[in-house]
């Protein structure tokens, strides 16, 4: 009984929309003048075909020099930074005081470190080849510590930075004259960890 | 005239210079003294010995460099010991001819049986004086050689009641490595690897174990290493930070070495014997305490401090108390001084100061308190004694390349203990090595 009713309604469905189709004929494009060749016809639409096809690939290739411009900025950005951080202070001989020039380079490292937390730093300190191998240990330790010192004084937790010494052990210039030796007496900031991502300070 | 007199003594100028150098190099070798005159080192030769060249090469050279002696050298003409028949027995030597070469000592060795005997002539009494056998290992296998450096020591204490240092080794530091060398040059040997960066080496009284920092980018445990098994131990303590100089106490058991931190260098002891009792010897508070060395008696440790701002060299009890000045200095005016080393006799203590910024070789005279330059030509650095007290071992740049050199302090006579890769801080061990044979 049900059933019956049920198809009843399906077959009434079916002849309403046949009766519609009818009546409702699809339109009919415009008649135009026949066109002079199919030839003609086929390389417009193809011309047209590829007009859009160049215009999505320059939007595309404008959107990925933007996006490449923006990462090479970043990198640069990111690579500035990070060199301000691995800048070298240097010292005069037997000395572990900072030079007042390398201040500024040293208040730059301080707003980075201010600026991005994670950011953790080895200080390594150097001296030149002359005075004891041995004492020249405690004196690198002596460079490394003063910078650490003045990087916390700018407000660097203590903890983000390590500090060790090479003593006269790793020098940047072989030589043995005095351009070689003002080279060699130096700190080094190597990154130990959150360098991958760097926010400017503000 | 004036004028020829200026340029004569601006020509003169450098040799004057020179000759102000106490350290004057002596012809390697053996000189031929002319006569013996009161007062002066006695003469000694060794006779020849046919079928002993190598054994009579190494006792010459030994000899010589103990600069104890005049060696004399014996003619060619004289091929073998020239027997005399007055005690008619048969170590008497025919002393008459051996007297005319100009010699207080004659030196015999001579096969017996499987071993050599060496025996000592009076030239001038006209006897033997003394007589000893040992066994040596064939020339070229280990051992050979250090068991001839032990005859020569024995003939040096025979005649002078003390020791040579012929059979004595040294430690340095070359290209990353701990090497060990006997005291005439020979038998260099690398005893670390390439993996570790040692720095400041350093004997234990015995010569079985070695102590060193092993630098590792910036910090580095103190390691003692025992020499016939290899075994490496981690000094109490030094697991972290930067911990340098270490050496042993005489008894064998404590360890004194610097530790770096941020608040400054510091000197600790510690027990290796029962890997305990770390103890902190200086308080520093930003000053650089480093380079401890103790007196032989064991009871005080020379170091070096920055206290008054330049390093200099001070002195306290082992437990850290009475620290003072031990070497004088001029306060603005006399350079940084480092590396000093007490003597095996207790009396002296040697280190290195800046003039006109190159490091010399000063004595400390621990009795008087007063302060001698022993260098002057080149950089001369890192001074060690030999236990006999009398020879250092230093680092010199005066041929050039910084290598390791050897000063009589009494004659100032000077020779060059490594001839090729660059070496530096130089440790000379308290005795001959203790496995060695020697003569009965």
């Given at each position: ?37 199919t ?11 590829q ?18 411009a ?8 990111l ?43 080895r ?36 903890d ?43 | ?82 027997r ?55 020339p ?12 020569s ?61 092993q630098?590792?980018?910036?910090k ?26 270490p ?77 003072e ?13 480092n ?77 060059q ?16 090595p ?7």
């Amino acid at each position: 009984m049900r059933t019956t009713h049920a198809r009843m309604t399906f077959v009434a469905a079916l002849a309403l929309a046949a009766a519609c189709g009818k009546k409702a004929p699809p339109e009919q494009p415009t008649p135009q003048p026949a066109p002079t060749t199919t030839a003609d016809d086929a390389a417009a639409r193809a011309r047209a075909r590829q007009d859009s096809i160049d215009a999505a690939n320059r939007a595309k290739a404008d959107a990925e020099a933007r996006a490449r411009a923006a990462a090479e900025e970043a990198a640069r950005h990111l690579a500035s930074l990070r060199e301000t951080i691995g800048a070298m202070i240097h010292f005069d001989f037997d000395k572990s005081d900072i030079h007042p020039e390398d201040e500024a380079l040293l208040d730059q490292k301080a707003a980075i470190l201010n600026a991005n937390p994670a950011l953790r730093l080895r200080i390594g300190g150097h001296c030149d080849e002359r005075g004891s191998d041995e004492y020249n240990m405690a004196l690198g330790n002596r460079r490394a510590a003063a910078a650490k010192r003045y990087l916390v004084n700018k407000g660097v937790g203590a903890d983000r930075l390590d500090v060790v010494s090479f003593g006269e052990e790793r020098p940047l210039d072989p030589g043995h004259d005095e351009t070689a030796w003002a080279k060699n007496r130096r700190d080094e900031f190597e990154i130990l960890a959150g360098g991958d991502n760097l926010v400017a300070p503000r | 005239m004036r004028c020829s007199a200026i340029v004569l003594g601006l020509l003169l100028l450098p040799l004057v210079a020179r000759a102000q150098d106490t350290t004057r190099a002596i012809d390697r070798g053996v000189r031929v003294g002319i006569t013996y005159t009161p007062g002066m080192r006695p003469s000694i030769m060794v006779l020849p010995a046919p079928a002993l060249d190598s054994v009579r090469a190494i006792i010459l050279r030994d000899l010589d460099y103990s600069d104890r002696f005049d060696v004399i050298g014996v003619p060619n003409t004289v091929a073998s010991p020239a027997r005399g028949g007055q005690q008619g027995a048969t170590t008497a030597l025919n002393y008459a001819l051996y007297r005319t070469f100009g010699a207080n000592y004659g030196v015999e060795i001579a096969p017996s049986g499987r071993e050599i005997v060496v025996r000592l002539h009076d030239l001038n009494l006209g006897a033997m004086k003394q007589e000893a056998h040992a066994a040596i290992p064939d020339p070229g296998t280990p051992g050979f050689r250090m068991a001839v450096h032990q005859m020569s020591d024995q003939i040096v204490r025979w005649v002078t009641g003390t020791s040579g240092v012929a059979a004595t080794q040294l430690l340095y530091i070359s290209n990353k490595r701990v090497y060990r060398i006997d005291s005439d040059g020979e038998n260099a040997v690398a005893i670390t690897g390439e993996t570790e960066e040692p720095l400041s080496p350093a004997w234990s009284p015995d010569g079985r174990r070695i102590a060193y920092t092993q630098f590792t980018a910036g910090k580095g445990p103190i390691v003692v290493l025992t020499l016939a098994t290899g075994q490496r131990t981690i000094v109490p303590s030094t697991g972290k930070d930067l911990n340098i100089t270490p050496v042993f106490a005489p008894d064998g058991r404590t360890l004194a070495f610097a530790r770096v931190t941020e608040e400054g260098t510091d000197i600790y002891s510690a027990d290796i014997a029962d890997a305990c009792c770390v103890q902190r010897l200086t308080v520093g508070r930003f000053a650089d305490n480093l380079s401890p060395t103790y007196s032989p008696d064991g009871r005080r440790i020379a170091f070096v401090s920055t206290r008054a701002g330049l390093p200099q060299i001070y002195v306290m009890a082992t437990d850290g108390t009475d620290q003072e000045l031990f070497a004088p200095f001029d306060y603005g005016v006399t350079g940084s001084s480092n590396a000093p080393d007490w003597s095996p006799d207790g009396t002296s203590v040697v280190f290195h100061r800046e003039v006109s910024r190159s490091p010399q070789l000063f004595i400390l005279d621990v009795a008087s308190g007063r302060v001698r330059q022993l260098t002057s030509t080149g950089r001369n650095e890192d001074a060690t004694w030999a236990p006999d007290g009398r020879h250092l071992a230093f680092v010199s740049d005066r041929s050039g390349r910084r290598l390791l050199w050897v000063i009589d302090v009494e004659t100032g006579r000077i020779r060059q203990l490594t001839t090729s890769a660059a070496a530096r801080l130089p440790a000379w061990s308290r005795g001959s090595p203790g496995s060695m044979p020697g003569p009965r």
